[in-house]
């Protein structure tokens, strides 16, 4: 699977903001859980949680920038062959030595530019997401991985403590 089939199948079926808010939950939850019922853990899972969605941040960094390339190629493409099918056709026409081919490929070409002018514009909706996702899990994630631990203190040091604040934050839910 190469770099632009990962963004394209991550942009089709993953980058909807439901989903992303959803799974950016899901990684946080995970940890809160993790440590309201493995308490005995010497590290802070909910800690952990925030490098996890850290690193999904930049996945979604790593994915933007394979749209912007797909976009940019997919930009090119329109620009040189959305004209107008008279001109298309005198063009595609003046290229085949047997002329009853080329209003196929005229079709063709409209076909693919439609397409190509659809796909940008989904993956152009798609990287404003996914750069608000960036930004966002990543200031999130960060600040979850770095003071994570103040919230649930490993119970081998610091007491019960992190147990009750686990208690507190699951009644939340």
């Known amino acids: 699977m190469s770099v632009q089939d990962l963004g394209r199948w991550f942009a089709t079926h ?45 996945l979604c960094v790593f994915v933007n920038h394979s749209l912007e390339k797909t976009v940019a190629d997919h930009r090119q493409f329109i620009k040189g062959f959305d004209y107008p099918e008279k001109q298309l056709l005198d063009h595609v026409a003046s290229q085949f030595k047997d002329k009853r081919h080329a209003p196929q490929a005229v079709q063709h070409i409209k076909q693919m530019v439609g397409a190509a002018k659809t796909e940008s514009e989904t993956f152009s909706s798609t990287r404003a997401v996914l750069s608000v996702t960036e930004a966002t899990a990543g200031i999130f994630g960060t600040l979850v991985w770095g003071f994570g631990d103040l919230l649930f203190p490993a119970a081998g040091i610091l007491g019960t403590h992190g147990r009750r604040v686990g208690d507190l934050l699951l009644s939340l839910f």
């Open 14 to 58: 993953v980058a909807t903001p439901t989903r992303i808010i959803s799974l950016s939950g899901c990684i946080l939850l995970a940890g809160v859980l993790f440590e309201y019922f493995k308490p005995e853990w010497k590290v802070s899972a909910f800690s952990r949680s925030g490098s996890c969605l850290v690193a999904f941040a930049i």
